[in-house]
């Protein structure tokens, strides 16, 4: 009966292990839910719209859906976002295999790649780079506040060589879609 009850007890500790947040996490992406949800909704509508034809058209066999599966996995990897959440001096993402982290308070370099999808590459002097959309820190202003704390503490250590105009972009940003969100909470838009 001892027994029993301390399986039953390690069970539950488990259960809520996975729930409990990553220790020193204090700001985290909170739209990631909702962007991972739509990836998997989007992999499972293209497997199942591609299986559905084949199946129409009389030629589905097992051969034939495991490819579809396929597809339909491959699209779920390449929309799924990266997890991003920061701490006090750091700031991480974490995709599928591999978390990056960087130390916000030691880094180097900011540079913002622009392209199709526009990149903060942020790098720190342990030669750590993460890469993250800087949308992320517009919808996310608590992330946005511990990576401009950390980066405050570098620049005043005289180790932010290149990037400061970047970051002050991306502030200046990040402050008018908050002060647009106010106006509109209070209708003085």
Avoid: K, Y
Wanted: charged share 30%; aromatic share 4%.
């Amino acid at each position: 009966m001892g027994r029993r009850l301390t399986e039953r007890a390690r069970a539950r500790t488990r259960g809520t292990a996975a729930r409990r947040p990553h220790p020193g996490v204090l700001a985290r992406d909170g739209g990631w839910r909702r962007e991972a949800r739509a990836a998997w909704c989007w992999g499972a509508a293209l497997g199942g719209v591609l299986a559905v034809a084949d199946l129409a058209r009389g030629s589905l066999d097992w051969p034939r859906a495991g490819c579809w599966t396929a597809i339909a996995a491959a699209l779920v990897v390449v929309l799924r976002p990266a997890r991003i959440t920061a701490g006090d001096g750091w700031l991480a993402t974490r995709g599928l295999l591999r978390e990056r982290r960087v130390r916000t308070d030691l880094l180097t370099r900011v540079l913002r790649a622009d392209g199709v999808a526009p990149r903060l590459v942020l790098r720190d002097v342990g030669g750590n780079r993460v890469e993250l959309d800087p949308r992320v820190l517009r919808a996310n202003p608590l992330l946005w506040h511990q990576l401009d704390a950390g980066a405050r503490r570098a620049r005043e250590r005289g180790l932010l060589r290149e990037g400061a105009a970047v970051l002050e972009a991306v502030g200046e940003q990040v402050d008018g879609e908050g002060a647009r969100a106010v106006f509109r909470a209070s209708g003085l838009e």
